[in-house]
């Protein structure tokens, strides 16, 4: 069955990429909702009223906190994250901890695995 599709808000980061991706694949979905928070998008589509884009990182966790289930992972459709210091090196060890556990855990490439 086709389903709507609940959709961030255009002044998101995320939103242009959507659109972009949608338009590159010929896509035309019923959008049923946009959304400024995520958290709300995501409880509409934990509640049935349409499918939601989500980080592939985050499958698991948004799975579990929303008990939805992915439909799929489009390769070609990527968010970038930065970040940013003002030292060439990081430093602190608090901050040179999360990008450790970021580098292993969310950016390892999971084809190369």
Not at 69 to 96: K, N, W
Request: hydrophobic share 50%; charged share 20%; proline share 7%.
């Amino acid at each position: 069955a086709d389903m709507p599709l609940l959709l961030p808000s255009a002044q998101t980061a995320l939103r242009p990429r959507l659109d972009a991706w949608l338009r590159q694949h010929a896509l035309a979905p019923l959008v049923a909702a946009e959304f400024d928070d995520s958290a709300l998008l995501k409880a509409f589509g934990r509640e049935g009223q349409g499918v939601f884009a989500a980080p592939a990182v985050l499958a698991d966790e948004v799975a579990q906190q929303y008990q939805v289930q992915c439909l799929g992972t489009p390769g070609d459709l990527m968010e970038e994250f930065y970040a940013i210091s003002v030292e060439r090196r990081i430093t602190h060890p608090a901050v040179a901890a999360i990008t450790a556990a970021a580098r292993s855990k969310l950016f390892a490439n999971p084809a190369a695995a």
